[in-house]
């Protein structure tokens, strides 16, 4: 298989270790390829649902982070599960939850060991807004294989 598109986000980050363990509980993310010893430590972890990773790479010091509204974003299965990932987060919650209604659904950010913001929401719509751009691009009038055909624009 030949990468194709966007693969990657890289971020840069003191301990790799602490990394890990808040990127798999927050979002369900692990570890597929790790290289290096410390402190050039650099790992890939992906919650294996679509070829992309997060690159943490590991520096003696992180001068800027994704702070502000800038932000990883993952889908949740539910409001329940922003919420229970929300309690579990205690301190690093930073914003939220919030119930913003269509199109940006229910979120909160939740700050790494490093200080980045990871934004866990449920309701976005992503995958939809892609889909029915992919359809458009095909010259498909559908959003899925299966689904009702939309109407004209």
Same mark, same amino acid.
């Given at each position: 298989?030949?990468?194709?598109?966007?693969?990657?986000?890289?971020?840069?980050?003191?301990?790799?270790?602490?990394?890990?363990?808040?990127?798999?509980?927050?979002?369900?993310?692990?570890?597929?390829?790790?290289?290096?010893?410390?402190?050039?430590?650099?790992?890939?972890?992906?919650?294996?649902?679509?070829?992309?990773?997060?690159?943490?790479?590991?520096?003696?010091?992180?001068?800027?982070?994704? @702070?502000?509204?800038?932000? /990883?974003? +993952?889908?949740?299965?539910?409001? &329940?599960?922003?919420?229970?990932?929300? !309690? =579990? %987060? $205690?301190?690093?919650?930073?914003?939220?939850?919030?119930?913003?209604?269509?199109?940006?659904?229910?979120?909160?950010?939740?700050?790494?060991?490093?200080?980045?913001?990871?934004?866990?929401?449920? @309701?976005?719509?992503?995958? /939809?807004? +892609?889909?029915?751009?992919?359809? &458009?691009?095909?010259?498909?009038?559908? !959003? =899925? %294989? $299966?689904?009702?055909?939309?109407?004209?624009?």
């Amino acid at each position: 298989m030949v990468d194709v598109g966007f693969t990657h986000v890289a971020l840069p980050v003191t301990d790799p270790d602490a990394s890990i363990a808040f990127y798999e509980r927050f979002a369900g993310m692990e570890v597929v390829h790790r290289r290096g010893d410390p402190p050039e430590v650099v790992v890939w972890m992906s919650d294996l649902t679509r070829p992309f990773v997060i690159v943490l790479l590991q520096m003696p010091e992180v001068t800027h982070v994704l @702070g502000g509204f800038s932000h /990883l974003g +993952v889908a949740c299965e539910s409001r &329940e599960e922003v919420d229970r990932l929300c !309690e =579990a %987060a $205690g301190d690093r919650l930073l914003l939220g939850p919030v119930d913003s209604g269509p199109p940006v659904g229910y979120w909160a950010f939740l700050a790494d060991p490093d200080g980045h913001n990871l934004e866990l929401s449920f @309701g976005q719509d992503v995958g /939809l807004a +892609v889909v029915m751009a992919r359809s &458009e691009t095909d010259g498909s009038r559908t !959003e =899925a %294989a $299966g689904a009702q055909a939309l109407p004209p624009v």
